[in-house]
């Protein structure tokens, strides 16, 4: 064998990317890389930090229990660290098992590189084993950068595109390796005809709009007297210029469910996650401001918007391609979200925009602008009284609202946050307020089951001194958990704070489907299709050397999370929830669902009057405040 090879080549180009850990799954197609990032390795070493848990200048590579789960990883690497998710496969079923947590990344937006073998060259076109059309493929999910590697010489410019492009587009890309060319010897490239000498280099570029855009927006803003704020992921690096120019306006704050761990939720203005599991403070909101400013979002809840019309409208985002994607902007800024609100904060008190010291802080619109303010307060009050009046109502035999709201105020303030999907995304939403700095992540896009645990894990390898709270139901454990609990009880003794804990919502049921069924189809809860087996999920803790902790009664549950979040070891929380908790969108349209929600449990019959009742309740807590 040649001193060193072309699948050497990528492992050095990974580091020259700053790769540190790859995610994946071994096989045929992609051993010649293995055997790179095994020599990269050589010389042992514990896991820390961001370090490699190999030798300390190697790529460590992280197997998973299935190629699904380690692009999860991939996709959680790149939304907690900031950085290119890197992720590997075999050939044939092992690439196919990746596109699901592709997608994932192609739909929330984040950077993934993903590295996948295939048969030798020689053989490609003659229906071999495991031979499928890997370009075919991933033409969709990797449609910005798909690439085959045809000769050794090809290697390094392809990689360094691949990174390039997911960087500077936020989307995945797919280099594919066949067999041979790994095992190939590393060439010598020289600038020549035909050969493309390249760097891995790349670096942000600074975006703001056009003066006169600015000048536009900063009129329509400086217009409007009932000023609503939707905020999403894109604000990540403006929370302070967001608050601040949310002062200036005397604006309310509503966010996405991807933008709600930007934004302090305990501000009195701050009123929760929007959409069908938002708040009732974010329906009056947004249902009721006459000015709204989009920064950073692409929330497809478009039926929780300001009706077309009724509220003038720009929008703030750094891909032009989602400006106006949403609502009728009438101004769209191509720009750095800080940069650009900072701008259009000094535009707006030039222009007299600011009420505090401020001529104008008398005149009508003013005034407006503080009952505006007042009222919007006083909705995010009442909000948070309902919510605490929901996590209280009787159960059987827990509320899982209560669950979530014991766990806010107990999240430790360096802890990372997972959140699979499914109705426990409701309560994370409603209930959690996260203390600041603490990271939250979840499948917010294409909403797939199964995420939490390996987001959890790949939040933990990136910072293993940082306690991780994964919340999942019993469906996404049983998908996709419970395997990965294998991969948390092999490593947690390297990391340096040992706390992982995952909280399971089991209520044998497909919750959040059974309402949907109810709520959108005017169905019935079907239970060949939502009712899952029971698990002993704490008690399969126990079996892998972690700890497990059940809770079945409400009474227990804030012991459960002080004895969890004391642990000296990773931690199961299984919590008997209660299916029949409604999943109700704030009102008006929770109103609107009523008539056929109700149908639908009417013909549950016996089975369905909990759910009843406790639909009526929630409704009713809903009507009282309105």
């Given at each position: 064998m040649a001193d060193r090879l072309v699948a050497d080549v990528m492992v050095e180009r990974l580091k020259a990317w700053g790769v540190n850990r790859v995610f994946g799954y071994s096989g045929d197609g992609i051993n010649g890389f293995m055997g790179a990032l095994r020599r990269s390795t050589q010389g042992?070493?514990?896991?820390?930090?961001?370090?490699?848990g190999g030798g300390g200048d190697g790529v460590e590579f992280v197997q998973a229990r299935h190629e699904e789960t380690a692009a999860f990883m991939a996709v959680g690497h790149a939304k907690y660290t900031g950085q290119v998710g890197v992720v590997t496969?075999?050939?044939?079923?092992?690439?196919?098992?990746?596109?699901?947590?592709?997608?994932?990344?192609k739909l929330d937006g984040v950077p993934v590189v993903a590295i996948i073998g295939q048969q030798s060259r020689s053989v490609l076109g003659s229906a071999y084993m495991q031979e499928i059309d890997l370009l075919t493929l991933f033409k969709d999910v990797a449609a910005q950068f798909a690439q085959m590697v045809s000769t050794p010489e090809q290697l390094p410019m392809v990689l360094d595109r691949a990174f390039r492009t997911a960087l500077e587009t936020r989307t995945p890309c797919v280099v594919i390796v066949p067999h041979d060319i790994q095992k190939a010897p590393a060439p010598e490239l020289d600038q020549e005809h035909g050969i493309i000498v390249t760097a891995p280099e790349w670096q942000p570029s600074r975006v703001l709009p056009h003066d006169d855009d600015l000048a536009r927006a900063a009129e329509v803003l400086g217009d409007g007297s009932k000023v609503a704020f939707l905020v999403g992921q894109g604000a990540k690096n403006a929370q302070a210029e967001v608050v601040a120019l949310a002062q200036q306006l005397d604006a309310g704050i509503t966010t996405s469910l991807l933008g709600k761990p930007y934004m302090d939720e305990t501000l009195p203005f701050a009123a929760g996650t929007m959409g069908h599991l938002g708040s009732t403070a974010s329906a009056h909101l947004?249902?009721?401001?006459?000015?709204?400013?989009?920064i950073g979002s692409n929330d497809p809840w478009t039926e929780f918007y300001p009706k077309p019309g009724a509220a003038r409208a720009v929008q703030v985002d750094i891909d032009g391609r989602k400006v106006g994607n949403r609502y009728p902007v009438e101004v769209g800024l191509v720009g750095d979200a800080a940069e650009t609100l900072a701008r259009l904060a000094e535009l707006l008190n030039g222009a007299g925009g600011q009420s505090d010291g401020n001529p104008q802080a008398s005149s009508p619109q003013a005034q407006a602008r503080k009952q505006w303010r007042a009222e919007v307060e006083e909705q995010v009050r009442s909000w948070r009284d309902l919510a605490e009046e929901r996590s209280r109502v009787p159960a059987s035999p827990v509320n899982p609202e209560l669950v979530v709201r014991e766990l806010s105020g107990r999240l430790p303030h360096n802890a990372q946050v997972s959140v699979d999907v499914g109705s426990c995304v409701y309560w994370y939403a409603r209930q959690l307020t996260l203390p600041a700095g603490v990271p939250a992540h979840l499948s917010g896009t294409l909403a797939s089951m199964g995420c939490s645990v390996p987001y959890g894990i790949a939040a933990k390898l990136a910072r293993p001194d940082r306690p991780v709270v994964a919340l999942a139901g019993d469906g996404a454990m049983q998908m996709a958990g419970i395997a990965e609990l294998v991969t948390v009880a092999h490593r947690w003794r390297q990391w340096s704070d040992p706390r992982f804990v995952v909280c399971v919502f089991n209520n044998r049921d497909l919750a959040e489907v059974?309402?949907?069924?109810?709520?959108?189809?005017?169905?019935?809860?079907?239970?060949?299709s939502q009712e899952i087996p029971d698990?002993?999920?704490?008690?399969?803790?126990?079996?892998?050397?972690l700890t497990g902790i059940r809770v079945d009664s409400p009474e227990q549950v804030a012991d459960a999370w002080d004895r969890a979040l004391a642990a000296e070891r990773p931690v199961v929380i299984e919590v008997l929830t209660d299916p029949d908790v409604p999943l109700l969108p704030p009102f008006p349209a929770g109103a609107e669902k009523l008539d056929g929600m109700r149908s639908a449990l009417s013909e549950e019959g016996e089975a369905g009057k909990g759910a009843a009742a406790l639909l009526d309740t929630y409704a009713g807590q809903e009507e009282s405040r309105s």
């Open positions: 042992g070493g514990a896991e820390s930090g961001d370090s490699p496969s075999t050939q044939g079923p092992g690439a196919v098992h990746l596109l699901n947590g592709l997608y994932d990344a947004m249902g009721n401001c006459d000015t709204l400013l989009i059974t309402w949907e069924q109810r709520e959108t189809e005017s169905e019935p809860r079907f239970p060949d698990f002993p999920y704490a008690g399969y803790a126990e079996l892998l050397g």
